[in-house]
């Protein structure tokens, strides 16, 4: 397969959930994509058709378009044959919350001086950071372009994403390189935003920050449903009719996590507060997540006293279902509480357990939902995968040594549970013994 004549093409640097998806949906739509990455293993994985990451479709769609996808560890192919260098390297928090530049600057000045060329920021980066970019490759006489366009993928549906955005956003202060990512995007026929460098930026942690807001919201009112007997389920059906509120990120649980939400808010909200402005309602969106991760230990000891000796079984990892992303999963906070309260933790989940493997000690990880609850005291589901929807929840009441079931994301039929014999205790919704 030939890359398509008029299709530009690119080059991408980092090849994670965001550097794959983009090449690989890129060399879809008819680009030649040069993918750099400094993890050698990676590059040799991938020339080999080796996944690194677990993405539903993603292993299909780099092998339908294998021939147009060159992998590498060095930058010159990209630079070669390619404009516009897609930099999608990693943007970790530090200590003190605000966004790790290290990846960023390091490709920055990798680049040689070059008026052909132009970087095209996927990576989310705080306001402010195209500037100094820009200000730093024409201080050194590099003559890049620069375009902030900020990445909306899930992980878990990256592909669909790619090919189906709500809109792209594409921030640049004129010139070629703005043009040419809006004609590698049009074949989408998705809303294109263009806008100057910082808006662009802000529009992703504005996005991110409001969505994590969303979710903190619904989790305080799962808690006060608690207190009154209200069923948060029913109250979000209601509220997410309203179109103002929509019924997205309406969804009660034991709090969010993953590489974006608690990254990308606590960078804004440090972002706001280096620039003098103290982001109040942030600092509540973050608390009120730590706290509902914690919630999950009361439930137990509501039920079963202390936790000492008990045996919990955590039925999902990764920090949502489709993938076997673990950074910040709520389980990392839960493990640790449980086993600081003396539980004993089994775990299991249907991609994650490697990657859990690499954050969580003291877990003794279970090849089956159905081994996890054999014997357990309780389970706790932390991921909604859908698998769990058909667990055998009369088996599972026969195989284990208590029958309480705390739901973390409200997913199992609370009468099935009962039906089948198991105390069940959701988020927000109303108890059979009355109380929260
Ligand atoms: P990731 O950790 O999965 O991948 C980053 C890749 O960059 C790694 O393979 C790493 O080896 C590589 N890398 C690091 N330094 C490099 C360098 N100097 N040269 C070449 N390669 C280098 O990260 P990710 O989840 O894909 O996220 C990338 C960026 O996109 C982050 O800023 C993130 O906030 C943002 N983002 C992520 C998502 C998501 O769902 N994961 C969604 C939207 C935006």
Not at 410 to 425: K, Q, S, T
């Amino acid at each position: 397969m030939s890359a398509a004549p008029d299709r530009e093409p690119i080059g991408v640097i980092g090849t994670g959930y965001v550097g794959l998806v983009t090449a690989a949906g890129f060399a879809a739509l008819g680009s030649d994509v040069y993918c750099v990455d400094i993890d050698e293993e990676k590059i040799r994985g991938l020339e080999a058709g080796r996944m690194p990451i677990w993405e539903p479709g993603l292993e299909e769609l780099i092998a339908e378009h294998r021939e147009r996808l060159h992998f590498s560890t060095e930058l010159g192919p990209a630079l070669e044959r390619a404009r516009l260098l897609f930099v999608a390297v990693g943007t970790p928090p530090t200590y003190s919350g605000d966004a790790d530049l290290s990846a960023v600057h390091a490709v920055v000045d990798a680049m040689p001086a070059s008026g052909r060329h132009a970087l095209v920021m996927k990576s989310t980066v705080p306001v402010g950071t195209g500037e100094s970019i820009e200000r730093a490759l024409a201080e050194h006489g590099k003559g890049f372009g620069y375009v902030a366009c900020p990445e909306f993928l899930k992980e878990g549906a990256a592909v669909r994403d790619f090919m189906n955005p709500d809109r792209v956003v594409i921030g640049d202060g004129g010139g070629w390189a703005g043009d040419a990512v809006e004609a590698l995007y049009a074949p989408l026929d998705a809303p294109i935003v263009r806008t100057d460098v910082k808006s662009a930026e802000m529009v992703k942690l504005a996005s991110n920050a409001f969505l994590a807001t969303k979710i903190s919201f619904i989790n305080e009112i799962a808690n006060v449903c608690e207190e009154t007997g209200a069923d948060v389920v029913e109250v979000a059906r209601g509220m997410g009719l309203d179109d103002r509120i929509g019924p997205k990120f309406l969804q009660a649980g034991i709090g969010f996590g993953g590489s974006c939400f608690p990254k990308d808010v606590t960078a804004l909200k440090q972002l706001a507060g280096n620039s003098g402005y103290h982001f109040q309602l942030l600092n509540a969106v973050i608390e009120v997540n730590e706290l509902q991760k914690r919630r999950v230990i009361s439930k137990l000891q509501k039920h079963l006293g202390s936790l000492v000796g008990k045996e919990i079984a955590l039925l999902g990892l990764a920090f949502k279902p489709n993938t076997d992303d673990m950074r910040e999963a709520s389980s990392l906070v839960l493990s640790s509480r449980l086993q600081g309260a003396g539980a004993r933790v089994r775990a299991y989940d249907p991609v994650a357990e490697d990657e859990a493997r690499k954050l969580i000690s003291g877990v003794t990880f279970a090849s089956s939902a159905a081994e996890a609850i054999d014997g357990a005291d309780a389970i706790v589901l932390v991921t909604e995968w859908p698998e769990f929807r058909d667990l055998d929840l009369a088996d599972a009441a026969r195989s284990m040594r208590g029958s309480l079931l705390v739901d973390g994301r409200n997913f199992i039929d609370p009468d099935a549970a009962r039906g089948a014999g198991l105390v069940y205790e959701a988020i927000g919704r109303p108890s059979r013994d009355g109380a929260g």
